[in-house]
């Protein structure tokens, strides 16, 4: 054998989890698909895709994520004596993403 070094052989890949926020949007979708996940645990994967856009909002990239599926979702305090913004963030989990 070669005892100079040490072979590397590539392993599975690993994905860190997907993050996003916005402000708090009542009668969504996204909402629903979320809260049939994880209160009913009636977990359906789906296909998600996230544009970059530029100043103009032409698109610049698209990142489509494959059988993702919702792992948490929160939503910023609530403090009655601010007038702040509700920021919801949803996390995702997926089996891998391309880019377009």
């Not at 890949?13 to 629903?32: H, I, N, Q």
């Not at 994880?38 to 103009?56: F, G």
Request: glycine share 4%; with cysteine.
């Amino acid at each position: 054998g070669e005892n100079r070094y040490v072979q590397k052989l590539p392993g599975r890949a690993r994905y860190p989890d997907l993050v996003m926020k916005r402000g708090f949007m009542t009668d969504s979708e996204v909402f629903k698909w979320c809260e049939r996940a994880i209160r009913d645990l009636n977990i359906e994967p789906k296909t998600v895709w996230v544009t970059i856009l530029n100043e103009n909002h032409e698109p610049l990239k698209t990142f489509t994520f494959i059988n993702a599926w919702p792992k948490k979702w929160s939503v910023s305090d609530l403090n009655a004596e601010s007038s702040e913004i509700i920021v919801e963030s949803l996390e995702l989990a997926y089996q891998y993403f391309k880019v377009d």
